[in-house]
């Protein structure tokens, strides 16, 4: 299986601030990840796929890159509402594996 | 719009079996994959597996972790997705969402879930 390590676990920030999130995966994915969007008691919502691409309706604050093996999403001008947990997910080989979360606070 | 609305979820005791539904709507049904995803509380979602489209037959995946015990299945007629599980464990216990994908293996739509817990 592929293992998708994502970091931090956690993290707090302010409004306004800049966020980035990572996920390194245990081998080649090829672009073939995606990140969710998870607030407390609700199902995960997806904001970007193929990398890089942002789901239709996601604000343009969110983005993604990759650099090798490792993906990161950025979150631009922190508002109140992205205050929730965040995942990675590989889809490029079976099992389609995801990253253990991370939980943004914002201050 | 779509919609995903999954039923069945509840207690069960360790080594019984549920069935779970996904009703869907909003979509032509036949065209796309369709997927189980699972995710105890507090963890992350762990992908169970998925059933084809009319076009590639319908054929079913599955993760090792619980292939031979869940089976998925869905009735085209009536737009619904099933997940059969047999031998539950206490591991088991998750809230279980349907997905549909995108044009590819991302997870655009989720359903709200349905909560299955696995106690005696």
């Known amino acids: 299986d592929i293992q998708m390590t994502q970091s931090p676990a956690s993290l707090s920030a302010s409004l306004g601030e800049t966020v980035t999130i990572e996920c390194l995966a245990s081998?080649?994915?090829?672009?073939?990840l995606a990140w969710y969007q998870q607030k407390p008691g609700k199902s995960p919502q997806l904001l970007i796929y193929d990398a890089s691409s942002l789901q239709d309706g996601v604000p343009s604050r969110f983005s993604g890159s990759e650099s090798g093996t490792q993906y990161s999403l950025e979150i631009n001008s922190l508002q109140s509402e992205d205050a929730a947990t965040y995942f990675c997910q590989q889809h490029h080989d079976y099992p389609f594996t995801f990253g253990s979360g991370t939980k943004l606070e914002i201050k | 719009e779509v919609k995903l609305l999954e039923s069945g979820g509840g207690l069960v005791q360790p080594g019984g079996s549920m069935r779970l539904s996904c009703a869907a709507s909003?979509?032509?049904?036949?065209?796309?994959?369709m997927y189980w995803i699972r995710q105890p509380a507090g963890k992350a979602p762990e992908w169970l597996g998925f059933?084809?489209?009319?076009?590639?037959?319908?054929?079913?995946e599955y993760n090792p972790s619980v292939k031979g015990r869940f089976t998925i299945s869905r009735d085209n007629t009536q737009n619904m997705l099933y997940l059969q599980m047999n031998t539950l464990r206490a591991e088991d216990t998750a809230t279980y969402y349907c997905a549909r994908p995108g044009i590819g293996d991302w997870f655009a739509y989720w359903g709200q879930g349905t909560l299955v817990t696995v106690s005696s």
């Open positions: 081998e080649d994915i090829y672009s073939n």
């Open positions: 059933i084809r489209n009319k076009a590639n037959g319908y054929t079913t």
């Open positions: 909003g979509f032509t049904f036949t065209d796309f994959y």
